[in-house]
């Protein structure tokens, strides 16, 4: 039998230093919404008592995750003092692993990027790229030394710790998702580190850097060398029991279709994903799509055979994401140039009927993602600066 990956600690109870840090992660996350507050904001904001915030204020000052500003002028009384994030007060790195490359970003509290390297690859196993992610990691903590670096976060493609099932084929990156391998790194760094799949880690880049800024629902559909969702629900990641939640590339969608790596056929990411594009440009699916030239006219032919079979794979992917999590939109990002996917977003109307068809939708039901190709590093670095900033970390870490 698996062991979950959560564990089993009861949702109810409390004792006084979970409150404490509770009360912190609000106050946190209030300044960080609104930009600026005074201690009497957040007293009305948080309904917190003014001497709690009081504390709390005082103590993140002394940590210096809050600046305290010049006081605002007032006509009598004591002048309120505006907060702010201190954006020095805490580093977080993200590592977004691929197949062919890693992206690894600095991340300041403010969710500023301060530093940025990549490394090409080959299929890395965890053993291989550890000595580049202790360079890369060395290299952040040389620039900001002295300030608290608060832990690193992964994103590789999932699933995770499946047996029997799709760890074959050239999508798959197995090896990774061992408490071995964490474990190791956290014994090399003394950091927190945090492992996510790509495709939810690129729904939190896009919530916090592009088109779903403000979204409390959707999904996303991460296009990479391979396929998998990410979800944001009710204001939330949602991963799931075992981190897979999302794992749609291997769903049949053409029954009797291609066969899969799985040992299936028509598996939705045999038509949607980076390496099922490498195939029809006749280059083997364990190459690199970003050494090809996609502009050049010898590609041309073999894109449009892509796209003729990705397009109808691409609408029931969309259509079960709809019917299961009747999201606000669904996104549409990945590894695919820009120009590839917004294609494919275009060419996808007109889809299924579902119940997302409302007259009253603000989003469109499909939409090209913004937040850019370091979205999945961004995410995966942000979600350790949320572990620090958010009520609503337990939701984001996993144990
Ligand atoms: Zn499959």
């Known amino acids: 039998m698996q062991t979950p990956s959560k564990s089993n600690k009861p949702t109810t109870g409390t004792n006084l230093e979970h409150a404490r840090m509770h009360n912190r992660r609000v106050v946190l996350e209030a300044i960080r919404q ?6 009497a904001d957040l007293t009305r ?6 001497q709690t915030i009081s504390n709390i204020v005082a103590e993140l000052i002394g940590e ?6 010049a006081p605002e002028k007032t006509a009598r009384g004591q002048p309120p003092i505006p907060l702010s994030i201190n954006p020095d007060g805490g580093f977080s790195i993200g590592f977004h692993v691929e197949q062919h490359q890693i ?5 300041d509290l403010k969710g500023v990027t301060r530093g940025r390297q990549v490394f090409a690859v080959s299929y890395p196993t965890f053993a291989e790229a550890l000595p580049l992610l202790l360079r890369s990691i060395e ?10 670096m608060l832990g690193i976060g992964i994103a590789l493609p999932g699933p995770f710790g499946v047996e029997g099932m799709s760890a074959v084929g050239p999508t798959s990156m197995p090896g990774w998702d061992d408490a071995q391998s964490l474990a190791v790194l956290r014994q090399m760094t003394q950091l927190p580190v945090l492992m996510e799949n790509d495709a939810t880690a690129a729904a939190m880049g896009e919530r916090l850097y592009g088109a779903a800024g403000g979204l409390r629902d959707f999904a996303y559909l991460f296009i990479g060398h391979g396929l998998g969702a990410g979800f944001y629900l009710d204001n939330r990641l949602y991963s799931g029991h075992w981190r897979n939640a999302g794992e749609i590339g291997h769903v049949i969608v053409i029954p009797n279709g291609k066969p899969c790596y799985c040992g299936k056929q028509g598996c939705l990411e045999r038509y949607v994903s980076g390496a099922s594009l490498l195939e ?9 799509l970003a050494d090809l030239d996609l502009t050049e ?3 041309a032919a073999g894109i449009e055979r892509w796209l003729a079979e990705a397009v109808p794979a691409l609408r029931q992917a969309i259509s079960l994401l709809e019917s299961l999590l009747d999201p606000e939109t669904v996104l549409v990002g990945g590894t695919l140039s820009n120009d590839i996917l917004g294609r494919l977003v275009e060419e996808s109307a007109p889809l299924f009927p579902s119940v997302s068809v409302r007259v009253e939708r603000q989003q469109e039901r499909v939409q090209l993602c913004t937040a850019g190709h370091d979205c999945v590093a961004l995410g995966a670095a942000a979600l350790v600066v949320l572990a620090e900033l958010s009520p609503d970390y337990h939701a984001l870490l996993k144990d």
């Not at 210096?64 to 500003?69: G, V």
């Open 280 to 288: 029809h440009l006749g280059v083997g699916a364990d190459q690199d």
């Open 34 to 39: 609104a930009g600026r507050l005074t201690r």
């Open 103 to 107: 992206v690894a970003v600095l991340l």
């Open 297 to 299: 006219r010898k590609h």
């Open 45 to 50: 904001l948080t309904s917190l008592t003014a």
């Open 64 to 69: 210096a995750k809050l600046s305290a500003h």
């Open 139 to 148: 290299a952040f903590r040389r620039d900001v030394a002295g300030k608290p």
